[in-house]
């Protein structure tokens, strides 16, 4: 029987049940996001610590499992967030973006730098509109889209304690708001050097991709 004090259910009573239950499952989902056993360790510990420190009030078992979960989550997001803004303050975009090659001719090197800088542009105003997302489309972005082996909307959901539909909402939100970003963008830059990038915003995303219904349905 579960301990219940004046102010509900300890957390404490419960929160080895629900790791030993659910744990290896939180664990891979901050993996996938990470991809450092040690950076998810940490995510872990600190989630843990989160709910310990809470002052919120926990009827049930249930009520522990979904606010570990999302603090699981969002203390992911947040280390993923870190490492990003250190890597891209560290490393000049140019470095990973202009080919390299002695043999190349100057013409084809002329070309390839002006292709180089396209790509700097483009990416400085998708990392813009990404900015300037509500912070709750681009996590959800970010969950089901950006990053690397990133699993279903689902999955993604039920990892961050988030409703199927609430978080495919979101998503296809955040899509929206980053193509009219791009569409005015690249708009008021003259003639687009980027073929398709220019139309109208409102097209639609194809039925296959990650932010649909697809195979997370």
Known sequence: ???????????????????????????????????????AHDVMQEAVRRVLSTERCFETEDDVRMYLARAIGNTAIEFYHHRTRERIRRVPLWENLVASGDSVNPEEQMVQ?????????????????????????????????????????????????????TLRHRTMQGIHRLRLHLHRSLRAAGPAPWPGLAHSPDVSIHSGGPGSGGSAA
């Open 113 to 165: 730098r002006e292709r180089a800088e396209r790509r700097t542009e483009l990416l400085r105003v998708v990392r813009e509109g990404l900015t300037r997302l509500p912070a709750k489309q681009y996590e959800a972005l970010r969950m089901t889209m950006l990053d690397p082996g990133t699993v279903s909307i689902r999955e993604a959901g039920a990892g961050n304690g988030i409703p199927y539909s």
């Open 1 to 39: 029987m579960r301990t219940r004090t004046s102010k509900g259910l300890d957390p404490r009573d419960v929160l080895a049940a629900l790791m030993t239950d659910h744990g290896e499952k939180w664990r891979r989902f901050v993996l996938k996001m990470l991809h450092n056993p040690a950076d």
